[in-house]
Nanobody, 130 residues
Framework: QVQLVESGGGSVQAGGSLRLSCAAS????????MTWFRQALGKEREAVAG????????KYIDSVQGRFIIYQDNFKNTLYLQMNNLRFEDTAMYYC???????????????????????WGQGTQVTVSS
């Protein structure tokens, strides 16, 4: 059974840092697009950053570029999101998601669409106080 489990969320003051983890079990994501999404209260789910596991190439939305870093530990089968210089507007539930892809989906227009992803974690809450 494929399972994605996020951890690492919490409460932090603006300017602080958190590192989110997404541990995969039951499957090894060798040729997949793995994306961190977030959903703030009353808002739609938004793609934040992604990594194509076959190449390690990454993609970020403009608002987190330079502040967030997505990376993978293939040995641990774990995806990470290092979040620095956090802002109040980063407050949200964060989810990791995965979809199999024979090509780098981050070169396409569909990578930010939540409905494209097959596997999801349960989410971890990030709260940033100003």
């Amino acid at each position: 059974q494929v399972q994605l489990v996020e951890s690492g969320g919490g409460s932090v003051q603006a300017g602080g840092s958190l590192r989110l983890s997404c541990a995969a079990s039951g499957y090894t994501y060798r040729q997949h697009c793995m994306t961190w999404f977030r959903q703030a209260l009353g808002k739609e789910r938004e793609a934040v950053a992604g990594i194509y596991t076959a190449s390690g190439r990454t993609k970020y939305i403009d608002s987190v570029q330079g502040r967030f870093i997505i990376y993978q530990d293939n040995f641990k089968n774990t995806l990470y999101l290092q979040m620095n210089n956090l802002r109040f507007e980063d407050t949200a539930m964060y989810y990791c998601a995965a979809v199999a892809s024979p090509y780098d989906c981050y070169r396409t227009s569909w990578w930010p669409i939540a409905a494209q992803y097959e596997d999801w974690g349960q989410g971890t809450q990030v709260t940033v106080s100003s």
